[in-house]
């Protein structure tokens, strides 16, 4: 679904993705994990559109994308939720979901998807007429995720969806991500929380300074010694 | 009794016209982050087409024998003259600069401006001459209240204000266009990962507010027919006076920028009544100290931290 070869990223001098190689199947979870400026979110940015990459391709659905707009990438069927959940704390719960749903002109379908978010985020929609800025942390996260899901996407870019959360509203987040992908979304996920990331993907990559180091099922690799020295603590 | 009640509809009048105009200062800075120093030429071309279009029309007269429709029509024709011309200038000037430092996007607004006064002053364009625009609205007494007799055409220049304003609002809670607006200004690469055109927005946002300032120049040359040539210092302090009320009403939030437009206008004209008439500029520039030093985020303004 999609590929991506050799993709090479610089933010002016800095060569922040050094030849990337990942892959992601129809109907999967898989997780890009590694540690603080590793290049995760580089990754993210690039295929969403954000950043043009200097060298490489990406293809998704066998076409090639890198370099088109983001509003473009949003239409060919990928939506990302970004690092540090970029709500809009000006609009209320429910116009955030609207602008989710920019692209798109199908008013019975993206009445239906909001059902469906509502469905996944009962809080949200008890919420619907606030301000996104009066949110807690978790919601902006639920909010964030449900705003990508109203692009109706094929495959969902999640940025450290779990990134300064409690537990208990991790566990829920991590379940969602579940729900999600069995209504059929494939999910990219990047985490900093490699233990909970490797437990609800099939697959999983390590990228360290700008390269994949390991690549393999998120079994296998939780279960590796390399991978449970370096970000799961033991 | 009398003068209280002329002073409220001057007073109004005057105010809509720089709620109008502090409109366009307003939803520019709240996408873009900086000021456009050319948007009160955009109100003064938004007269100086008035007088134009009515010419080329032939209603040349003073005499009120034109078509009740010339208004609407001459009011459409600018409104979409100068939304093209605010369309023109953000695609020329202002979006080659969009990664650039703000300063240097600043000074191009400058630069803008006085491009655009001083060619409009070239004789095979506006001329040095100032111009009398033709009455195209009827000017006669409707009616009396307490001795103040109103005229059709300060009922127009308020109701056209309002119902103006009013459309906004809606364009701005009401339509995908101004969700995508209130999106973009609070944050433009976020706006665009999810789908929103982010430079077509922006255009747009230029076209409204450029099309708002036309209406106010044609409303203001039919209140104020004589209309000065284009490089005239009055233009420039009439957009400033809208400037103020754009950040009195706190800059980038449309709603301060129509309760500021009116209040500065009754401010100055209550103070030209009562106080003294040679001070009105005082009196408009006292209320942008005060507010600036008790409230300096605008009366309707949030405190902000100003992004980078
Ligand atoms: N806007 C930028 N300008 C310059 N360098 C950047 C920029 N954004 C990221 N970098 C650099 O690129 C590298 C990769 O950053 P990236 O944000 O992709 O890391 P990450 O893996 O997502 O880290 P984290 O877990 O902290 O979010 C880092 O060295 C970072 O300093
Ligand atoms: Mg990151």
């Given at each position: 679904m999609l590929r991506l070869n050799d993709l090479h990223?610089?933010?002016?001098a800095v060569h922040a993705l050094q030849g990337v190689e990942l892959e992601v199947n129809q109907g999967e979870i898989v997780t890009l994990i590694g540690s603080n400026g590793a290049g995760k979110s580089t990754t993210l940015r690039a295929i969403s559109g954000m950043l043009r990459p200097s060298r490489g391709t990406i293809d998704f659905?066998?076409?090639?994308?890198?370099?088109?707009?983001?509003?473009?990438?949003?239409?060919?069927?990928?939506?990302?939720?970004?690092?540090?959940?970029g709500?809009?704390?000006?609009?209320t719960v429910e116009e955030n979901l609207q602008v989710g749903a920019y692209t798109r002109s199908?008013?019975?379908?993206?009445?239906?998807?909001?059902?469906?978010?509502?469905?996944?985020?009962?809080?949200?929609?008890e919420r619907r007429r606030q301000l996104a800025g009066t949110l807690s942390g978790g919601e902006q996260q639920m909010l964030a995720m449900g705003r990508a899901l109203l692009?109706?996407?094929?495959l969902l870019l999640l940025d450290e969806p779990s990134l300064g959360l409690a537990p208990q509203i991790v566990k829920v987040i991590f379940q969602i991500i579940r729900d999600i992908n069995a209504l059929g979304t494939t999910i990219l996920l990047v985490e900093q929380n490699a233990h909970k990331a490797l437990e609800v993907a099939n697959r999983g990559y390590v990228i360290e300074v700008g390269k994949i180091v390991l690549a393999d099922d998120a079994k296998v690799l939780a279960a590796s010694d390399e991978v449970r020295k370096a970000y799961l603590g033991g | 009794m009398t003068k209280f009640l002329q002073t409220l509809m001057d007073g109004t009048a005057v105010g809509s016209l720089y709620a109008l105009i502090a409109l366009g200062y307003t939803m520019v800075y709240g996408i873009l982050r900086f000021i456009n120093f050319a948007h009160s030429d955009v109100f003064m071309l938004g007269a100086w087409f008035s007088y134009e279009v009515a010419k080329i029309m032939g209603w040349t007269g003073q005499d009120q024998s034109h078509p009740v429709w010339a208004s609407a029509f001459v009011i459409v024709a600018v409104m979409v003259a100068c939304g093209t011309l605010g369309f023109v200038i953000e695609r020329g000037a202002y979006r080659p600069l969009r990664s650039a430092p703000r300063i240097n996007v600043l000074i191009t607004a400058i630069g803008v401006s006085l491009f655009l006064e001083n060619s409009g002053q070239l004789p095979f364009?506006?001329?040095?001459?100032?111009?009398r625009m033709p009455t195209l609205m009827p000017e006669h007494a409707l009616f009396a209240v307490a001795g103040v007799s109103v005229r059709a055409v300060d009922l127009l220049v308020i109701g056209i204000s309002f119902a103006l304003m009013a459309l906004l609002e809606w364009i701005i809670y009401g339509t995908k266009l101004g969700l995508a607006m209130r999106a973009v200004s609070y944050d433009t690469k976020v706006a665009a990962l999810m789908g929103i055109p982010v430079d077509r927005v922006i255009s747009m946002t230029f076209v409204v507010g450029s099309a708002l300032a036309a209406a106010a120049g044609f409303l203001y040359a039919t209140k104020y027919p004589g209309i000065n040539q284009p490089a005239h210092p009055t233009w420039v302090l009439l957009g400033l006076k809208a400037f103020v009320a754009a950040v009195v009403g706190g800059i980038g939030n449309l709603r301060g920028a129509m309760a500021g437009g009116l209040m500065i206008g009754l401010v100055e004209l209550f103070g030209a009544a009562y106080l003294s008439p040679h001070l009105r500029d005082v009196y408009v520039f006292t209320l942008l100290i005060l507010v600036l030093l008790f409230r300096p985020e605008g009366l309707l303004g949030k405190a902000t931290i100003e992004k980078v």
């Open positions: 990223v610089h933010y002016g659905e066998g076409k090639p994308i890198a370099g088109l707009a983001p509003h473009v990438v949003v239409g060919l069927g990928i939506a990302h939720s970004p690092e540090g959940r709500v809009f704390a000006n609009l199908d008013k019975a379908g993206i009445a239906e998807d909001m059902k469906k978010v509502y469905g996944l985020f009962p809080r949200l929609e692009a109706r996407p094929r | 364009l506006l001329g040095t001459q100032p111009q």
